[in-house]
């Protein structure tokens, strides 16, 4: 509570920008092995939003492109301004300030690159930068937990962790939420291939087995642990002998065409591991440097074309800054 009157105090009406403009970045969650623990943020694609202070109190979404009409133009149901208003609630300005919000994706809603996180951390991270940052990046991250939420169902942080605060990030734990930022071995670089089929969050997480055997949890949280000490040393060869995933991956492989053979050419053609990118349909080759990742997703891509599956394909680094301020 002291916490609430204190940011209250910190508004100065007289200081909050007219408009801004801010790009969030696109996320690759579970990291293949940690499942709902691990995500890194990518350069490109990602979501924008452009906040105008305006005159009429109130939230509300002005416009959105590259969305193909599906997401709503309703204040209270789009998961951009219901964060934005609980972020002016919490501050106890909501009815003293009105906010227009334009959004464009620049990527597919159900691909698995976290579209709704990154429109989310976009929404949160214009206001508080309209606002004059009133809020820290970690005390801004459970209003995009609660983004995630309303988007999906379930408020898993390894999207909006990533897409926020950049870099690869660690859910250490939920409850209460403990984010850690781990290091970025330099040469660390990701081939993603989005073969268009739509695998919504909700439904794909509906399918998981709840129970695990023990035996595969070893594995698994081996492997986990294995991916950090590699990421922290830089070991590329640790990185890929460690990144499979024993737990989910099995089951939501049957939902992307050409899965298997989508893998075997990535490795093939060099990555280090290849796995799901969030809950899918993307795939994600981890590759050591931009070649090899260029090399996976050009073959993968072929391959897709030859089954006259289409695709889109974006390789990348890591994407240390998170979201960006655009210049006007
Ligand atoms: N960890 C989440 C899942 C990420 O796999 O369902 C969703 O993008």
């Not at 660390?188 to 055997?213: N, S, W």
């Amino acid at each position: 509570m002291n916490t609430l009157e204190k940011k209250i105090h910190k508004i100065d009406f007289n200081q909050i920008l007219t408009k801004v403009r801010v790009f969030a970045p696109a996320t690759v969650a579970n990291m293949i092995c940690g499942f709902d623990i691990l995500g890194f943020a990518v350069e490109y694609p990602g979501d924008e939003v452009h906040m105008y202070r305006v005159e009429q109190p109130g939230v509300r979404i002005k416009s959105i492109e590259g969305d193909d009409g599906r997401l709503p133009l309703d204040a209270d149901k789009n998961t951009v301004s219901a964060c934005v208003k609980n972020l002016l609630v919490y501050l106890g300005i909501e009815k003293e300030l009105g906010i227009e919000i334009s959004l464009i994706k620049h990527m597919p809603i159900g691909s698995g690159l976290g579209s709704s996180s990154a429109s989310t951390v976009a929404g949160l991270f214009a206001i508080n930068t309209l606002l004059g940052n009133p809020l820290t990046k970690e005390e801004l991250m459970p209003f995009c937990v609660e983004g995630e939420r309303i988007a999906c169902g379930h408020g898993h942080a390894d999207n909006v962790a990533p897409a926020l605060m950049g870099g690869i990030t660690l859910i250490r734990g939920y409850s209460p939420l403990d984010v850690i930022n781990l290091p970025v071995p330099e040469e660390l670089y990701a081939g993603i291939v989005f073969p268009q089929v739509d695998v919504p969050t909700r439904e794909a997480r509906q399918l998981i087995k709840e129970k695990v055997l023990l035996k595969d949890a070893v594995t698994q949280w081996g492997n986990i642990a294995g991916l950090i000490a590699g990421l922290y040393r830089s070991d590329y060869e640790l990185i890929s002998r460690s990144m499979h995933d024993v737990l989910i991956e099995p089951t939501r492989a049957i939902l992307i065409p050409e899965f298997h053979t989508m893998k075997q050419i990535a490795l093939e053609a060099g990555a280090l591991s290849f796995g799901i990118s969030g809950s899918g349909p993307s795939v994600v080759a981890i590759t050591r440097g931009k070649e090899a990742a260029e090399l996976a997703t050009t073959r993968i891509q072929e391959h897709l074309n030859n089954c006259e599956i289409a695709s889109l394909k974006f390789v990348s680094s890591v994407n240390v800054q998170g979201p960006k301020v655009l210049p006007d």
